[in-house]
Each structure stands twice: as C-alpha cells, then as structure tokens.
C-alpha cells in the first residue's frame, strides 16, 4: 500500500500521485473509483502551479 495524501493524492516522491487499490488495498470499485479522481485532481492543481509540498503536505496522514 502506497501512502498518500487523502486530498490530494499526492505521494511523498515529487510528481508521484497514487489512487486505487494501491492506496486503499482491495476495495470496492467506487472507492478505487474515487482515488483516482482525488489523484487526478491532485495532478491538475500541480499542472496549474501549485507547489509539491503544498498538495503533499499531509503526510502524516492514513492513507485513503
């Protein structure tokens, strides 16, 4: 299981977001679902310029 930020997706490797089962172990498929769109979201607010340690700030937290 990869740790990620649950708001983001973000993971704690630069430019490195996870969602899925990768995150939350074997789940159901809306979960999986869901991570990925988290992830996704993630990627897009880095792609418009918010820095890397702002959308993985939350380290700490369990994962998604």
Avoid: Y
């Avoid at 996704?40 to 890397?52: D, I, S």
């Amino acid at each position: 299981i990869i740790k990620a930020n649950p708001a983001t997706g973000a993971t704690p490797m630069p430019r490195v977001l996870a969602g899925g089962d990768c995150v939350t172990g074997p789940s159901l498929v809306c979960t999986a679902a869901r991570s990925g769109v988290v992830a996704a979201q993630g990627l897009l607010r880095h792609f418009a310029g918010e820095p890397w340690d702002v959308l993985a700030e939350k380290q700490d937290c369990e994962t998604v």
